[in-house]
């Protein structure tokens, strides 16, 4: 018998095994889905009924990548992911052949002006300049890799003037004074590991004239990294400023406080996306965030509905007012609005009291979460484009408006998207997911699991070295510079040297039918139904 033979008869013995183990294995199964109790389609098509669970399971990547088209993907689009991608990676967002807003649809315009400013007559620091990397598409072919090449780019920060500087509790003993009006909403560490917050520390840092909030899970030395301001944010839970039975501990609020980074605090009430006190699985709690929060390690944590310090708005203020003489700091809160009545009361009561926050955070129930239920992220809390007219109007109307400065936030993550709000009375805007995805998130809806594949959301280790601080701090940055010069875009098409100077008559709603409301007379309609009493307070 010669080789070839022989390599014959092996390849042919090869062949039957390989068949004879895969109908073995499919025997089996078909054994196992029939006797089992659990689902009905193994038990009526075993073995063919599991190609159902397969689809079902990669069914979120088909309809990501494949089926939904750029405008239909929640809880952000293809099309706005890729926008946020352009400015953080390119540093630039230029649109080809035109918009894919569907105009018949109703929504909010800005006003244009018929003359417009022209960029030398825009307010804005001219001087300082900011360097980032970025990248620089050279061909992008069908089959093969990108080509584009990593390159120093220096441009305009875009910070405000001078003159335009947001003062946040000018009454405190170190108010809090602020270039730009985008910052980073609250993240905590632990919800986002570390090499996450690091990357975004530092590339608020390089872009100047932002802030990070540091969620409620406590000031960690990863937000301190870059040279950034930083809001702590105090939540139910007081995680970071606690003893071991978990009571306020007044003198950890002092040393933390006394952090130069550490600009304000902010009272968390509520979130947008979760109205209840928030949650962390155990796995996420590693010893070092159990030592910065002060509990438990390798423990779920699910902080309090609410504070056991007060429970009404004069208990509240009452807080709020020991914080700031106990830091000398500006202390804010952060609440979700769900009526009318609630921002109403929230304003008679600071100007029955005298007392208050200098700052309110106002979350639509748009807003993300690591972790929340579908009913409370469904349908609990107005969305921001209600909210915020509803509380801008309810402080001027009790005469205690310039005692507060209104930061809103809820998918603001485009220059149009700010210039609205800012005209619908906020005057700064925190953002979230956006600054996740300059950072590496593709959302894969992972948040809760301590398993996001690139290593954005997870406390895990080996996935987390998938994030490349020193890339990623460049894409922050470019992200952050990149909405200001587009906001201040926006501004000169308005017809306004400056984005401060956004007010509801450079914004107007377009209905189903084609008809133009003013702002005016959207909150008419909202608050006073049959347009009693004047909406221009």
């Not at 190609?51 to 293809?78: A, C, H, T």
């Not at 001087?127 to 990248?135: D, G, W």
């Not at 796995?283 to 390690?297: G, L, S, Y």
Request: proline share 4%; with cysteine.
């Amino acid at each position: 018998m010669n080789i070839a033979d022989i390599l014959t008869v092996i390849g042919f013995v090869a062949v039957v095994l390989i068949i004879a183990i895969l109908l073995g294995i499919v025997v089996y199964i078909f054994f196992v889905d029939r006797t089992q109790r659990q689902h009905p389609v193994l038990r009526n098509y075993p073995v063919v009924g599991r190609v159902r669970y397969f689809f079902e399971k990669i069914g979120p990547e088909l309809r990501q990548y494949f089926f939904n088209n750029d405008r239909e993907g929640k809880p952000i689009s293809r099309n706005d992911f890729q926008h946020i991608v352009k400015k953080a990676k390119y540093k630039r967002d230029v649109r080809g052949f035109g918009s894919q807003r569907d105009f018949e649809e109703p929504g909010y315009y800005i006003r244009n002006s018929m003359f417009p400013k022209l960029t030398e007559e825009l307010r804005m620091d001219k001087k300082i300049k900011q360097k980032t990397n970025r990248y620089l598409l050279v061909k992008d072919p069908l089959f093969t890799q990108r080509e584009e090449h990593l390159e120093e780019d220096e441009s305009p920060a875009y910070l405000l003037d001078e003159e335009d500087t947001i003062v946040v509790g000018e009454n405190c003993k170190y108010p809090f004074r602020v270039r730009g009006q985008i910052g980073m909403s609250a993240m905590s560490y632990g919800s986002l590991g570390d090499r996450a917050i690091t990357a975004l520390s530092k590339g608020l840092g390089i872009a100047k004239g932002a802030w990070m909030n540091t969620g409620e899970g406590g000031l960690s030395d990863y937000h301190l990294k870059g040279d950034t301001d930083v809001i702590m944010q105090i939540g139910p839970g007081m995680f970071g400023v606690r003893d071991k039975e978990g009571n306020f501990n007044w003198d950890e609020l002092l040393e933390k406080s006394k952090i130069p980074q550490l600009k304000a605090f902010e009272v968390k009430l509520a979130q947008g996306a979760k109205t209840r006190g928030g949650h962390v699985d155990a796995e996420k709690v590693t010893e070092e965030i159990a030592r910065i929060r002060m509990v438990e390690p390798f423990t779920s944590i699910d902080s309090p509905n609410r504070f056991p310090e007060f429970d009404d708005a004069p208990s509240l203020f009452s807080f709020i007012e020991r914080v700031r003489e106990h830091t000398g700091k500006p202390v804010g809160m952060k609440i979700v609005v769900g009526s009318h009545l609630d921002a109403d009361d929230l304003a008679k009561q600071m100007k029955e009291t005298g007392k208050g926050p200098d700052f309110i955070t106002v979350d639509g129930g748009e807003g993300g979460t690591g972790a929340s239920y579908q009913e409370l992220t469904d349908s609990v809390g107005l969305p921001i484009k209600s909210a915020l007219p509803l509380l801008d109007y309810a402080l001027k109307k009790h005469g205690v408006r310039d005692r507060v400065k209104i930061i809103a936030s809820g998918k603001l993550f485009s220059p149009d998207r700010v210039a609205i709000a800012l005209a619908m009375g906020a005057d700064l805007v925190n953002i979230a997911r956006a600054f996740m995805i300059t950072v590496g998130c593709i959302q894969t809806l992972k948040c809760h699991s301590n398993a996001c594949p690139v290593g954005v959301t997870t406390t895990d280790p080996d996935l987390q070295k998938a994030l490349v601080i020193d890339e990623k701090k460049h894409r922050t940055a470019n992200y952050v510079i990149s909405m200001r010069k587009g906001l201040f875009r926006v501004a000169a098409a308005a017809g306004l040297d400056s984005p401060v100077h956004f007010r509801r008559e450079h914004v107007v709603y377009k209905d189903a039918k084609g008809k133009t409301w003013s702002l005016d007379e959207i909150y008419q309609s909202m608050i006073q139904p049959g347009g009693e009493g004047s909406m221009n307070a």
